[in-house]
């Protein structure tokens, strides 16, 4: 959904083999040529379009909680409406045809029941960047933890020599300020010899 509440993946439903997934009587080879065709409306055994799957638009039904797809016609002034029922015990899916809205609107009315029109939430889990912060601190408590006790327990260090390279960890501050200093000058060094 555009609000970022989530999606609705009905690809598994998707006609299969050049045959429409859904059909009520004999699926009409006009209908079926056309990828584009999403519903098929035959009247005095003539064939019409009354929606194209280029047309879909989903929609918002009552609070939120329902939607619906709209599907236009590309020739004419047809629409179909698409209820989407969400049942998550319906796995290939059920569609109902309600018919046309009233006689003469060219609106018509479907029910499709199944597990794949249930809006699907995406998980609020840990980020990437979080991951690699939890792994980070993790591997450097180790580090501490287990070369503070080898250190004490192996080498026999006390105080402040059992911190595992005690010399690198007093000298980090004024390598970083260094490290600082030398970046804010353009990476240039000072010459510290005298030109003959």
């Given at each position: 959904?555009?609000?970022?509440?989530?999606?609705?993946?009905?690809?598994?439903?998707?006609?299969k083999?050049?045959?429409?997934?859904?059909?009520?009587?004999?699926?009409?080879?006009?209908?079926?040529?056309?990828?584009?065709?999403a519903?098929?409306?035959?009247?005095?055994?003539?064939?019409?379009?009354?929606?194209?799957?280029?047309?879909?638009l989903?929609?918002n039904?009552?609070?939120?909680?329902?939607?619906?797809?709209?599907?236009?016609?590309?020739?004419?002034?047809?629409?179909?409406?698409?209820?989407?029922?969400?049942d998550?015990?319906?796995?290939?899916?059920?569609?109902?045809?309600?018919?046309?809205?009233?006689?003469?609107s060219?609106?018509?009315?479907?029910?499709?029941?199944?597990?794949?029109?249930?809006?699907?939430?995406?998980?609020?889990?840990?980020?990437?960047?979080?991951?690699?912060?939890?792994?980070?601190?993790?591997?450097?408590?180790?580090?501490?933890i287990?070369?503070?006790?080898?250190?004490?327990?192996?080498?026999?260090a006390?105080?402040?020599?059992?911190?595992?390279?005690?010399?690198?960890?007093?000298?980090l501050?004024?390598?970083?300020?260094?490290?600082?200093?030398?970046?804010?000058?353009?990476?240039?060094?000072?010459?510290?010899?005298?030109?003959?």
């Amino acid at each position: 959904m555009k609000d970022g509440s989530g999606t609705i993946d009905l690809s598994p439903l998707a006609k299969k083999g050049g045959q429409p997934n859904f059909k009520e009587g004999p699926a009409n080879q006009e209908c079926m040529q056309s990828s584009d065709i999403a519903v098929c409306q035959i009247q005095d055994d003539k064939y019409y379009d009354v929606g194209t799957q280029t047309s879909a638009l989903f929609q918002n039904v009552g609070q939120g909680t329902e939607q619906k797809i709209v599907y236009k016609s590309s020739s004419s002034t047809k629409q179909s409406f698409v209820h989407l029922v969400c049942d998550p015990n319906i796995s290939g899916g059920a569609l109902a045809v309600i018919g046309e809205t009233s006689s003469g609107s060219e609106t018509y009315n479907f029910v499709l029941t199944s597990k794949y029109a249930c809006l699907v939430t995406k998980s609020s889990g840990l980020s990437t960047g979080s991951i690699l912060d939890i792994i980070f601190f993790v591997m450097l408590g180790t580090y501490f933890i287990a070369g503070v006790l080898y250190l004490r327990y192996k080498s026999g260090a006390r105080g402040a020599e059992s911190i595992p390279n005690y010399e690198f960890w007093m000298n980090l501050p004024s390598l970083t300020r260094d490290g600082c200093l030398f970046v804010a000058k353009g990476c240039k060094t000072e010459e510290s010899y005298q030109r003959i």
